[in-house]
Each structure stands twice: as C-alpha cells, then as structure tokens.
C-alpha cells in the first residue's frame, strides 16, 4: 500500500473519532442530568412520575398562617352610677306632674267654692290617689287652707308638699336587700331576688335594668331566666347580661320546668360565689289560679338553695286601678317585699305610688323612668314629691 493510502486512512479515522464524540456530547445534553433533584425543592416545582412499582408520593400542602380574627370583642358596658339617677331624670318624672299643677292651680284662685273643692277630689282620683287616700288628703287640705287664711300661691304649694309626701310616707324601708345570707349549714349565700309580675309590665327588661344597677354597685350578679314559656325572654335576658357580663342560667327546652330553672341559678350563684341571684318568671294574669300557685312553687324551690331576700311585683303606672287589684292577687301567692313602677314617664297617674303603697302596706323601691338602659331609679319619695309640683 502506497504511503499517500495511509494517509488518506488516518485522515478518515481522525473524522470519524471527532464525529463520534460530537454527537455523544449532544447526546447527552438533550437527556439532561441523571441526578435527582435536591431535597428541599418543593414537590409542587418537581413533577416527575414515580418509578415503576414504587407508591406514589404524599404530598403535603405547605401550612398558610391563620387569617386574623375578625370577630369584634365584645366591650363591657359600665352602667352609670345609681346616686342621683332620680335627680337626672326628674324633668321626665316632672311630665307626670299634671297633678300637682292642677291642684296648685286650684288652690290658688282663693276663697274656693265647693266646686273647687270637687274639682280637687276628681284630680286626685284621676290620678289614681285612690278613695281613701284622696279623703284623707281632701280634708287636710281644707283644713290648712282655712287655719292659714292664706291664697299666696308658695305657701298653698308647700301644705301641698308636706300633705303629698306625707301620702307616699318617706319612713317606708325602700332599701332592696341584698346582703349576703348565711343558711343552715352556717355558710354565705347569694341574696336571691325574686321577680314577678303580669305581661306586658316590661318585667324582663325591668330584670335586665336592675342587674345593671347592681353592677354599677359592684355586685356579682347571676340571672335566671325561669320565663320558659317564652323563648325570647330567655333571649332577651341573655343580651342585658351579655352586655354588663352577667351569667345567666337558661333552659334550651322550651316550655321547662321554671321552677327547676329558678333552682339552677341559685345553685350556680352560690358556686360561683355570687352576691346576687335575679329570677325573672313569666308573666301571667291574676286571674289565672295555676299560674299564681306556681309562683309558691318557684319560690319554695328556690329557697331549698338560698332563702328568698326580695320578690319584687312589677306593675305598669299606666294601668291604674287594674294594676292595685293585680297587686293585691299577687300579694296572696306570694309574700312581695317591694313594688317596681315601670312607665311612670308621660304620665298622670302618678298617683298610684301613693294606692298601691296604702293598700299592701308594701314599699315602692324602684321606677323606671324611660326606655334607657339605666332608666331604672330607687325611688326618692321627696324628688317625686317635688317632681310632681314641680
């Protein structure tokens, strides 16, 4: 073989091998790495099938932190104080007072006729004085006037006063009692009030007001809602305590026992230390005898926990005489301690203080004055008085 053939042969083996090791080269680049990915790349970034026979991998979604609370907290209210609230609301009590002006003009038109004094007579009755009472009054009046001799308006107005706070009798016990009690077992118990009345007085609003009261003297409070016939009174009760940050002890079951329900919450007062226990009941008619004979029942199981300190009727100013024969119902189903007047605002039949405290012989200790949350006063029988003439 020549020497120009082995050159040519060399020539073509030098091609061959540079050939071969460019095409492996790109190869192995179009395969790309052989190595697995590293461990912390996400499996979300890292989509490669699992190997024949091998499990599939769990994947796990990466934890999103918790979006932030958007339910408000719910603020405390912190309810006015009670000194002086009769004072704040005499100007509305004053819109009552139509009795007192009327009188007061009366009396002063000087030398009266009997047909002034019959008009006396029918304004204190209109206002629901009462009989009694008006007599009483009537004759006091008419004796003064004549001893004094006297027309001058200032001093008519003061024998009024006098004979009108007389009337309402300011030595009457208007404290409501909530000391603690010590029971048989010579422990502390809550004072557990007791609350009645007929429907439509405004007795659970009347409840709710009162815990407020109580709050605003720094007492710990629990509520019972023994309203069980009436799914929104346990509801009601629950919004007054939930906004001063009162407990209070329900039935889920409409139509439960009120008297186990009232049982309940002097339990939990007495385990939760409380000074006060507040049972609402429902509101019934004084005619109905089951219903009043419940009330017996309510109290007397109450009082298996906690003596019973207070039972407080709730009587609408507005319903004049029917509220004295309501009173008086029940006043014989159970031994009430005090009177709650509601509505007397806008009204002339302020009178009925003076009636319902005669007939029962049984204090006024509280009036609501207004649809406010703390429209709710101890009753003052001088600001009344002056309220009244004012």
């Known amino acids: 073989m020549t020497d120009q053939a082995w050159i040519l042969i060399a020539v073509l083996v030098v091609v061959l091998v540079v050939v071969g090791a460019v ?9 790309g790495p052989t190595t697995l990915p590293p461990e912390d790349v996400s499996p979300y970034e890292v989509d490669q099938p699992p190997a024949a026979g091998a499990s599939a991998p769990v994947v796990t979604a990466p934890e999103e932190p918790a979006p932030p609370s958007t339910t408000p907290v719910p603020t405390l209210e912190r309810p006015e104080p009670v000194a002086g609230r009769m004072q704040r ?64 308006a200032a001093q008519v107005r003061e024998v009024l006063r006098r004979e009108l706070l007389e009337l309402v009798d300011p030595t009457m016990d208007r404290v409501l009692h909530v000391e603690p009690a010590i029971g048989d077992d010579g422990e502390p118990h809550p004072a557990t009030v007791l609350v009645v009345g007929v429907n439509g007085t405004g007795k659970t609003t009347t409840v709710g007001k009162l815990a407020r009261v109580l709050v605003a003297e720094d007492h710990d409070v629990v509520l019972g809602a023994a309203d069980t016939f009436r799914a929104a009174a346990a509801d009601q009760l629950s919004t007054w305590g939930a906004r001063v940050g009162v407990p209070v002890v329900r039935s ?86 005090g009177i709650v007047l509601t509505k007397l605002d806008g009204t002339a039949k302020g009178g009925i203080v003076v009636a319902v405290q005669r007939e029962l012989g049984v204090p006024v200790k509280f009036v609501g004055l207004g649809e406010g949350p703390d429209d709710l006063a101890p009753f003052e029988p001088e600001e009344f008085v002056d309220a009244l003439l004012s």
């Open 252 to 337: 889920e079951r409409e139509g439960a026992d009120p008297a186990a329900v009232a049982f309940d919450a002097v339990k939990e007062g007495r385990e939760a230390g409380a000074d006060v226990v507040l049972v609402d009941t429902a509101g019934r008619l004084q005619n109905k005898a089951g219903l009043m004979d419940e009330l017996g029942k309510i109290k007397r199981v109450m009082s298996r926990q906690a003596p019973v300190r207070e039972v407080l009727l709730v009587l609408d100013a507005t319903t004049g005489q029917n509220g004295m024969r309501q009173a008086e119902v029940f006043a014989q189903a159970v031994d009430i301690t």
């Open 89 to 152: 609301l005499r100007a509305r009590l004053a819109r009552s007072g139509t009795i007192g002006q009327t009188l007061l003009s009366i009396l002063s038109r000087g030398d009266l006729a009997e047909n002034d004094w019959e008009e006396i007579e029918e304004t204190l009755l209109l206002a629901d004085v009462g009989v009694g009472p008006t007599t009483e009054l009537m004759d006091k009046l008419r004796t003064e006037t004549k001893v004094l001799g006297t027309t001058d």
């Open 23 to 31: 095409a492996l080269t790109t190869g192995r680049r179009r395969r």
